[in-house]
Structures are given as C-alpha cells and as structure tokens.
C-alpha cells in the first residue's frame, strides 16, 4: 500500500501536466467486454477451502483490506 500510494504520486505528477497541456489524449475504452462488478459484501471474504490455494491467495489479496477473509 505504502508503496504503491508513493508510485501512484510520483506517476500524477509526472502525467498530470502533460495531459492538461495536451500532450497526452485520452481515449474512451472499447464498449466490447466490459463486465458489471457487483458490490462486494462482507460474506464475499469467506474462504472456501474448496478452492485452489492459488484461488485462495487472490481472493486474501483482493479484499485486503475491506471486507477481509475469515473462515470458519
């Protein structure tokens, strides 16, 4: 997270005066493949042991920190 905040910082100071001097042109995405994401609720953190460990490390990882993982 730490990290990240820092890259993420550094990239819009570099980025941001390029894009509003109009170096840099935006672009829409594609309408083709894109997916609706449904809200993600605290029971969506229950690992399911069924999963591969691989499956289950994604998941620990995509609801760090909110809504966490627990089992039971």
Known sequence: FDELSELGASFLIETLP???SGEL???PQPDEGVTY???IKKQDGELNFSLSAE???WK???FQPWP???TE
């Open 18 to 20: 390029r894009f509003f």
């Open 25 to 27: 042109i935006s672009q």
């Open 37 to 39: 994401a449904s809200m």
């Open 55 to 57: 499956a289950l490390e």
């Open 60 to 62: 620990i990882r995509a």
């Open 68 to 70: 966490g993982t627990y």
